[in-house]
């Protein structure tokens, strides 16, 4: 997530700013709709260490449609959650160019990265990150502020959040009283309480009991209905089969694409039909955001680039 211990930045409406209204983002093509949620090409990142440098991504390169649903899979140390990273601007590239929402993240300063995370992306990981000293509401609320919504925009965003998450009921709560498939619930709610163009999550169901990940698996389907952009790095294959699209990481690059089960049955509807559907009536339930139909990959296998 975006959100910084740092105090709320003043809230400039009632409602959040949308991607066509960040056009001081340098990079920004003011038409973000139109562009892909993300697409890494030709990436390079190499970390030093301390007995030879270790090559991340050598030459990686993917495409996620808007409102589609990828699974990113390979072997340990293969670069996943340095790909995650990159696209959520958390890492530098050395080589090669990354989008997101079109903007390009190269060109951005460290502080252009972190409004462009507040605005366009969604974090959730493996532990869930939540305030432990706050209800479930405030977790939301909070999050929902600090990406500079209004207090009462935020609070709404927060019940409608939490009513779509099935959580409305603990809303009073305190997150420790919560269930690890419930505090993942939370956490998904906070990364969304920007209304991100993609919710990026990695091995979201790594610290989960089979009941908890078949929770936050059926949440994910549930999102990408609705038109939400999600990009997942698991290493189990059920969950990715639930994915819309499955690619494959070896060696610092996307090496294989196949499609999920996702695309097949239920998430059709939703997504062949997103172009011009709300995301944010549907998951936010703050006016304003499109998404463009997200239906490529559906199907389909192929060997990406
Ligand atoms: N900050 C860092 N400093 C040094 N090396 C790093 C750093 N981050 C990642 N690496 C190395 O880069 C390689 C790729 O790491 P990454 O975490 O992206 O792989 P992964 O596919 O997500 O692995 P896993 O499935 O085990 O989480 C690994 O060899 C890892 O040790």
Redesign the pocket.
């Known amino acids: 997530m975006s959100e910084s211990p740092g105090s709320p930045e003043p809230s400039r409406s009632s409602e959040p700013p949308r991607s066509s209204e960040l056009p001081e983002l340098p990079g920004s093509p003011g038409t973000g709709s139109e562009e892909p949620a993300v697409r890494l090409r030709s990436v390079y990142?190499t970390?030093?260490?301390e007995t030879a440098p270790?090559?991340?991504?050598r030459g990686a390169s993917l495409t996620v449609a808007r409102g589609e649903f990828v699974a990113v899979m390979?072997?340990?140390?293969?670069?996943?959650?340095?790909?995650?990273?990159v696209v959520a601007g958390l890492?530098r590239v050395d080589d090669g160019s990354v989008t997101v929402a079109g903007i390009a993240l190269t060109a951005l300063s460290e502080a252009d990265l972190a409004r462009l995370r507040r605005h366009h992306v969604g974090m959730v990981f493996q532990f869930f990150h939540l305030l432990e000293a706050m209800s479930v509401a405030d977790n939301v609320v909070l999050a929902a502020r600090l990406s500079g919504a209004g207090r009462r925009a935020a609070v709404r965003r927060g019940h409608d959040l939490l009513d779509l998450l099935g959580l409305l009921e603990r809303a009073d709560s305190m997150p420790g009283t919560l269930s690890g498939g419930q505090r993942q619930r939370l956490a998904i709610a906070r990364a969304l309480a920007n209304e991100p163009t993609v919710l990026l999550a990695?091995?979201p169901t790594g610290a989960l009991d089979s009941a908890g990940a078949a929770e936050v698996l059926d949440l994910f389907t549930r999102l990408h209905e609705r038109g939400q952009t999600i990009l997942m790095?698991t290493?189990d294959p059920q969950v990715a089969a639930g994915a819309q699209r499955i690619v494959t990481?070896r060696d610092?690059r996307v090496s294989t694409s196949a499609s999920g089960g996702a695309g097949a049955g239920t998430g059709a509807a939703g997504v062949a039909g997103a172009g011009g559907a709300t995301v944010a009536a549907g998951v936010a339930g703050a006016g304003g955001a499109t998404v463009a139909g997200g239906g490529a990959g559906r199907g389909r296998a192929e060997v990406s680039a």
């Open positions: 990142r970390f030093d260490a270790v090559h991340a991504l390979g072997p340990s140390g293969s670069g996943k959650s340095t790909l995650l990273n890492e990695d091995e790095v290493h990481m610092g």
